[in-house]
């Protein structure tokens, strides 16, 4: 053992330092994390119903329901008829939505559940390559400590589910780093790598930042030679015009979304506003919403890359992308997700970095601080595994589908404004049903048959009717966790209820 793993093999000594697993390989270790790993995304992708942002139902599935004659083409998003969104992922969603059919499921929840479940294996299966491919350097304990980051830091299970454009692009750029890291051992490294870079770009564009950034480091720092370089240039437009192609067909008409999509972002289109933010959000958001201890890590981490090893493939890749997203005056969080699954690199990088930086670090200051990112890397996976995605609307369609019957009425106790939040995407609307916007007047003078309101509302029902509780979009379990997680802010669960006549 080199000199180097011994120091991290001391360094991590106390908070690694497992009896049950020392006489484990590393390669057994692995094997038997990622099948906890793959019973812990299926739990979930059971669990994480509904969607983590708008994009992920009304540019993706909605897309899909109307290449299937669904849903009419008047009820897309606005994206449709701009031409901006990539067809690769509502294509999926057809063909996974076909097979469904052919095995008479077309339950929405299910359908859906379905692409959860295919995105977390995909993800699973691209992870695993990765890490085998990032960690032949490291010592043992430093091995099985960036074992169980890679499948386990807290929000990778919720985005591993999340069939989304930046789920997905994701995925594909592990795929696609993994190819270039075993370039050595397979010579065919470069067009598969063009393909898995089109593809990206394919389900978001704006990982053509990264693709940039990873052909400027092949030529400059690892010297690849210009045929490879070339070969790798060529698959990536043969893919990109297949990706046209494909939109084509999707949408009916000659349509290249890609070239749409880069000058909806430079020419801005008057009728879209977005909001703006300045330019030094980024850091906040990752510190607040990564949990501050984890967020924290994090941006040191980068910090110490970017001093000490300032040509680490991961700050050509990270560093540009954070930059240039900082630049563009429309920000969220979620334009950073595809960075997400190297973050556990990051850290193990960083934490490599300074053992042959020789910074010393005491162990008690250690153990301190493994021990708060373990305790908030708990809190935070027990709240993405176990609750509904997003406002958690879909938890309640799912009662609502089973309790509700043709004619019914649904009202909302919401302003109209800001109903589009709550209200049930046609998808998981129950057939035949209607839906009646309220207001957020606690009195409900309108005829309906269910209601969907804040836990915390003080509702009247009329004097001959009882509003009976059904679900909560949110597990009663969960609500401190959650308000935690979130800071407080936004809106709190919501319950649905069922308006019977009083007995009284």
């Known amino acids: 053992m080199s000199l180097i793993d011994q120091r991290m093999e001391r360094a991590f000594r106390g908070p690694f330092a497992f009896p049950q697993f020392r006489a484990v390989s590393p390669s057994h270790f692995h094997r038997l994390v990622l099948i906890i790993a793959g019973m812990v995304y ?15 139902h009304f540019q993706l599935i909605a897309f899909a329901q109307w290449k299937l004659g669904e849903l009419p083409m008047e009820h897309l998003a606005w994206e449709f008829s701009a031409g901006i969104r990539s067809s690769l992922q509502p294509w999926i969603a057809v063909i996974m939505f076909k097979c469904a059919a052919f095995f008479h499921v077309t339950d929405p929840f299910t359908r859906t559940l379905l692409l959860r479940l295919l995105t977390a294996a995909l993800t699973l299966y691209a992870m695993r390559g990765f890490v085998n491919a990032t960690s032949t350097n490291y010592g043992e304990r430093l091995h099985r400590a960036y074992i169980l980051l890679a499948y386990g830091l807290w929000f990778l299970p919720f985005l591993a ?35 898995l870079a089109g593809l990206a770009i394919g389900c978001r564009p704006s990982t053509g930042l990264i693709i940039i950034s990873l052909l400027v480091w092949l ?70 919403y990564a949990i501050p201890p984890i967020g924290a890590l994090i941006l040191l981490a980068l910090a110490v890359l970017i001093v000490r090893s300032p040509k680490h493939i991961l700050v050509w890749i990270m560093l540009p992308f954070l930059v240039a997203h900082s630049i563009l005056p429309h920000k969220e969080l979620r334009f950073l997700y595809p960075l997400a699954p190297l973050v556990p690199w990051l850290l193990i990088e960083a934490r490599s970095t300074l053992v042959v930086w020789k910074a010393p670090i005491p162990k008690a200051i250690c153990t301190i601080v493994v021990a708060i990112v373990v305790v908030a890397n708990t809190l ?12 958690g609307r879909v938890r309640l369609a799912q009662a609502l589908r089973g309790a509700s019957a043709p004619g019914d009425r649904i009202g909302y ?38 209601l969907m309101a804040p836990s915390d509302a003080v509702l009247h029902a009329p004097p001959d009717r009882t509003l009976v509780p059904l679900v909560r ?18 809106r709190g669960p919501w319950t649905l209820y069922r308006m019977e006549r009083s007995t009284r």
């Open 42 to 56: 299926a739990t979930t992708a059971w669990f994480s119903t509904g969607y983590h942002s708008a994009d992920e």
């Open 161 to 195: 589910v999340r069939f989304s454009s930046e789920g997905w692009s994701a995925i594909l750029l592990l795929l696609l780093l993994t190819t270039v890291l075993r370039a050595t051992d397979d010579r065919h490294w470069a067009w598969k790598a063009g393909i």
């Open 380 to 391: 935070g996976l027990i709240v993405v595994v176990g609750t509904p995605a997003g406002e």
């Open 473 to 490: 979009s949110q597990p009663a379990w969960s609500d401190l966790l959650m308000r935690w997680y979130t800071w407080h802010e936004g």
């Open 219 to 288: 030529h400059w720092h690892r010297r690849e030679r210009l045929r490879s370089l070339g070969l790798l240039g060529s698959t990536l437009g043969l893919t990109l015009l297949l990706g046209f192609m494909l939109d084509s067909l999707f949408y009916g008409s000659t349509v290249f979304t890609l070239w749409k999509y880069i000058g909806l972002g430079f020419g801005s289109d008057p009728a879209v506003r977005f909001d703006t933010l300045p330019w030094w959000y980024y850091p906040p958001w990752i510190i607040k």
């Open 413 to 450: 106790v919401v302003d109209a404004p800001t109903a589009w939040r709550i209200t049930l995407p046609g998808f998981y609307q129950p057939t035949g049903t209607e839906e009646v916007i309220l207001g957020t007047d606690p009195g409900i003078n309108t005829e309906v048959r269910y």
